[in-house]
């Protein structure tokens, strides 16, 4: 399984950061698959933001409060994150990730590469 995130580079303040990822090798359907979205701000640890269920249920951070929405394009195997009215505190490098739910815990084994996303006027 492959993933692969797109979008600007660069937000300006107060803007709504849009990112992309495009899933091969599996559907983001496969049953117990989390579809994910993780980011991790210069000199800090990794951050879940939030999810899409394989049934298409959401999930999010609470820390993140209303500022997120994740959403996603079956036909194209695809999933989306919006984060609106962003600032400087959320740059960070962004990764999509699949997560897969067992019996006692979700697993992350796949991973994009992520792609560094700076908030700046």
């Known amino acids: 399984v492959q993933l692969q995130e797109s979008g600007p580079g660069l937000v300006k303040p107060s803007q709504t950061l849009s990112l992309t990822c495009t899933v091969s090798?599996?559907?983001?359907?496969?049953?117990?698959?989390?579809s994910t979205w993780i980011r991790q701000p210069p000199g800090k640890g990794l951050e879940w933001m939030g999810a899409?269920?394989?049934?298409?249920?959401?999930y999010y951070s609470p820390s993140l409060g209303s500022r997120t929405s994740i959403s996603r394009d079956t036909s194209k195997n695809q999933f989306t994150l919006q984060l609106s009215s962003v600032t400087p505190e959320d740059t960070a490098v962004y990764y999509c990730?699949?997560?897969?739910?067992?019996?006692?815990?979700?697993?992350?084994?796949?991973w994009g590469q992520g792609t560094q996303v700076t908030v700046s006027s």
């Open positions: 990730a699949i997560g897969v739910r067992t019996e006692v815990t979700t697993v992350y084994d796949y």
């Open positions: 090798g599996a559907a983001i359907t496969t049953n117990y698959y989390y």
């Open positions: 899409i269920g394989y049934s298409g249920t959401t």
